[in-house]
């Protein structure tokens, strides 16, 4: 008898479904898709290189006259139509790269957990430059990503921070996991590692979540 833990099986990667305006129903037959429908392919396929490289996608692409009853239970019935795990995020135009990068990242992040060390923050940030400074004395490994000049880093910070410190709380840079870990800003990485900065600690009220220590041993 095999006694070996079977492996879990990995998320499945996030879909993004095109319709295009082509296929045949009836005495009716569209060869050449529309301008715009291959406007979109291009987008879609750059933005998969581009912003969401790495990110787990499967692109399917349907002739939307073939198949035009199953986006119209969703509300598309223009193509071309794009949608993000069954939900519409485009018709009836060419797609919006950035919309498209949202909705991937949003539903990625909700699928697949933070691993790894990882301070998202911003070159003009001084608390930036802090918590690298920090992460550089204490040797942590870490991935820096900056937010205005990567928009994926913006939508994967926001939609994973938004959740733990609340809707209406404002997110500012930087924020910080340690080993998937959400620790917060510099003042919360600084207090976790007993790190004197020497700066006083005013109340900025931006966001940060303080994490016990604990969690960092769990």
Same mark, same amino acid.
């Given at each position: 008898?095999n006694?070996?833990t079977?492996?879990?099986t ?9 319709y295009?305006?082509?296929g045949? $129903? ?12 291959? @406007? ?7 933005t ?8 787990p996608?499967e692109?399917?692409?349907?002739? $939307? @006259?073939?198949? $035009?009853w ?12 794009v ?19 949202e909705?991937v ?18 070159a ?33 910070m ?18 910080? $996991? ?20 020497g ?6 009220g ?7 220590p ?5």
């Amino acid at each position: 008898m095999n006694s070996r833990t079977p492996a879990s099986t990995p998320p499945a990667p996030i879909k993004i479904t095109l319709y295009r305006w082509a296929g045949k $129903w009836g005495p009716f037959k569209v060869n050449i898709p529309c301008g715009e429908c291959a @406007l979109t392919s291009d987008v879609i396929q750059d933005t998969m290189k581009t912003e969401l490289a790495g990110v787990p996608v499967e692109l399917e692409t349907l002739d $939307w @006259l073939s198949n $035009w009853w199953k986006p119209l239970f969703k509300g598309g019935w223009h193509a071309p139509i794009v949608m993000v795990e069954g939900k519409i995020i485009g018709q009836g135009h060419a797609l919006n790269r950035g919309v498209l990068a949202e909705a991937v990242i949003s539903a990625y992040t909700e699928r697949f957990g933070m691993s790894g060390t990882h301070v998202f923050g911003k070159a003009t940030c001084p608390h930036c430059v802090q918590a690298k400074s920090i992460m550089d004395d204490v040797g942590f490994d870490y991935h820096y990503h900056d937010v205005v000049k990567n928009p994926r880093a913006l939508y994967e910070m926001i939609n994973r921070v938004k959740p733990i410190v609340g809707p209406k709380t404002p997110i500012t840079v930087p924020q910080i $996991w340690i080993d998937g870990v959400y620790i917060g800003g510099a003042e919360q990485l600084a207090d976790i590692l007993a790190i004197d900065t020497g700066e006083s600690k005013p109340e900025r009220g931006q966001g940060s979540f303080t994490a016990e220590p604990a969690a960092l041993a769990a």
